[in-house]
Each structure stands twice: as C-alpha cells, then as structure tokens.
C-alpha cells in the first residue's frame, strides 16, 4: 500500500482526493490519497512529517508553492525556472521538487482550443501557478504579457522579457488582447464565491477567459465572460492533467491520455 497527499493551507475546495482516488482504482493500485491542511507555522514540521509517515509522494498547493523549496534536496531545472514546486517525491529518503503545473496549463489549453503563439494576454496575479503560466505563455511564443498584481511595486522574481509588463488593477481599463486568465483565489469556493477579480468592462476587452479555479467550475469571472461572448476555460482539466503527470513522477510511469479524459469526466458527472 503506498500513500500520497496534498498539502495546503485550506482544503475544502479541493478535488485532488477524488482525482487521485479514481485514479487508483481505474489502474488498480492499492494506494490512498489524503489532504493535510497544514498552518503556516507548521509546514516545516509537515515536510519532516512526510519522510516519518512514509509517503511516496505529496502535491503541494496555496500557499506553499514557493515556501517548501528550501527543504528539498534536490529540484528539477523546470520547477527551479519557475519558482515553484508542486509536486513532491520521497526516494531513498530524500525529497524531490518537481513542477506539473506549467505542462497541466498548457495540456488543457491545447485541448480547449486556446491559442497563445502571437497573441497578448493578461494574466492577473504572481502566485506560484502565475509563474509557471507566464513561462508556458512565453515559451510558446506569446506576443506580449501584462501582468496586474496589487504588489506590483514589490515582485522581484519575474521573467526578465521585454515581452512582459507589470500593471496593478487600476491601470488596467484600456488593455484589450486575446486571452485573459485568473490565476488568483477570488473566485474560488467557499470564501471567496461570487468575486471577480476585474469587471466586466475589463473581461469584455479579450477573446478568451481562462480561470484557474475548479470550483465552482463556472466562477464569477466566467460568468461574466461568457455573458461577454468570450470563449470560457475553467481549471479542472488541468487540475486532472497536472494530477496525473504527478502521479507519472512517482510511479515513473507514463499513462495514456484516456485515463485523463476519464477521469475528468467522472468527476464533471458526478
């Protein structure tokens, strides 16, 4: 029996557990899948904790992406390039940093139709799911980047591109491109349900509008865009896509894509 886990600081969001769980069964391994809500005083003692319960692996999401990095032993360039880690591996009792976020991004833009090469996009937020968006975005050959933060003034670890700029919300009125995407909480179950990060007559300047967040599956700031005419994404299919590649770096096994699409649509139903 092996056991993985996510580590995060609020949980009842999450769809991880059932993710990770249909997982398990579709492909017949006897494993379990917990999540540990963790306080930001205790995240050293939890990391220590993996190696003395014995987990195979962690995710790790809001808001210790960034914050678990020193206690690894070792991390892979991609997570490194990006400032965060949400994946951890426990092998011959060293832990493993690894990032899943920036191919589970990209995996379901490919599948929704969301296209990035020559396009402007405005990314709203710097978190760590922010950092491995902004690399995708310009590893993929995006025309320009604005990125609105309200620490606009304060963020020292983004990517040196003349391609990208730095806005904060109230700047932001005029900006008119192809894609825009949430990457922040507001929005997300339950705290924060019925919030947009920006209005209307900001969301109605782009194309296409992509939340991160998975629930709700249809967020504030989706319902405003599709009323809008933009074409919609929410987060759940990378959520699964980013899950799954999780699971390949601890098992060290890849699967097929099905796997994925049966997955989402198993919890989409449910």
């Known amino acids: 029996m092996q056991f993985f886990g996510l580590f995060g600081e609020h949980l009842s969001h999450s769809f991880s557990e059932r993710i990770h769980t249909e997982f398990y069964k579709l492909i017949g391994l006897p494993a379990a899948y917990k999540h540990f809500e963790i306080a930001p005083d205790d995240i050293e003692s939890a990391i220590a904790g993996i190696r003395v319960l014995q987990l195979t692996g962690v995710n790790v999401t809001i808001p210790y992406k960034q914050t678990v990095i020193p206690y ?52 709203l937020g710097f978190g760590g799911s922010a950092k491995a968006v902004v690399l995708y975005l310009l590893d993929h050959g995006v025309k320009n980047i604005i990125i609105v933060s309200r620490k606009k003034g304060e963020l020292t670890d983004v990517p040196d591109d003349p391609r990208i700029q730095l806005k904060g919300y109230d700047e932001v009125g005029s900006v008119t491109g192809e894609l825009i995407i949430n990457t922040t909480p507001l929005g997300m179950f339950p705290d924060k349900i019925g919030i947009s990060p920006v209005p209307v007559e900001i969301i109605r300047n782009f194309k296409s509008a992509v939340d991160l967040i998975y629930n709700p599956r249809q967020t504030e700031f989706l319902r405003l865009a599709e009323a809008a005419g933009l074409k919609t994404c929410d987060g759940l299919k990378m959520l699964v896509h980013q899950a799954i590649k999780s699971e390949e770096i601890w098992l060290e096994q890849a699967f097929e894509p099905k796997i994925n699409q049966a997955i989402y649509e198993k919890i989409t139903s449910s």
Request: charged content about 20%.
């Open 72 to 123: 690894m032993d070792d991390i892979t360039p991609e997570a490194l390039r990006i400032g965060a880690v949400n994946t951890i591996t426990v092998k011959d009792g060293k832990l493993y940093g690894a990032n899943t976020d920036y191919y589970g991004f990209g995996t379901m833009l490919e599948s929704s139709g969301v296209l990035v090469k020559n396009q402007t996009a405005m990314v």
